[in-house]
């Protein structure tokens, strides 16, 4: 009889590293299972060489998740006309019109 033991929050012993979805890794891999080098490219010092496994990492950053500047790429655009109008009065709104009015009518009165 054997017992399983779980521990919360630890590690797990097997799996696959982060690096393999990780926006600043560099992978090389060749036509065997063993031959694979992992390098970390976060920083503009350089590459640095993995040589374990990557459970956590600080700076890890998703490939598969689309970045900001990606989602701005893909957006469509659409142009919607204003669903208002301009409130206040419109330029001549019904007032030159009037004054047009007035000046015949004092016109025929005066005759």
């Known amino acids: 009889m054997s017992i399983t033991v779980r521990i919360q929050g630890a590690p797990p012993q097997n799996g696959e590293s982060l690096c393999q979805t990780c926006r600043y890794a560099h992978i090389q891999r060749g036509f065997r299972e063993s031959e694979e080098t ?3 490219g976060y920083n503009d010092a350089g590459l640095r060489p993995i040589k374990f496994r990557v459970a956590a990492c600080t700076d890890y950053t998703n490939r598969t998740v689309p970045n900001r500047w990606e989602l701005e790429q893909m957006a469509l655009l659409i142009n919607v006309p204003a669903a ?6 419109g330029v001549g709104a019904g007032f030159a019109q009037q004054e047009e009015v007035d000046e015949e009518e004092s016109a025929a009165v005066t005759e």
Do not use: N, Q, T, Y
């Not at 208002?84 to 009065?89: E, Q, T």
């Open 38 to 40: 992992v390098f970390c």
């Open 84 to 89: 208002r109008k301009k409130s206040g009065f």
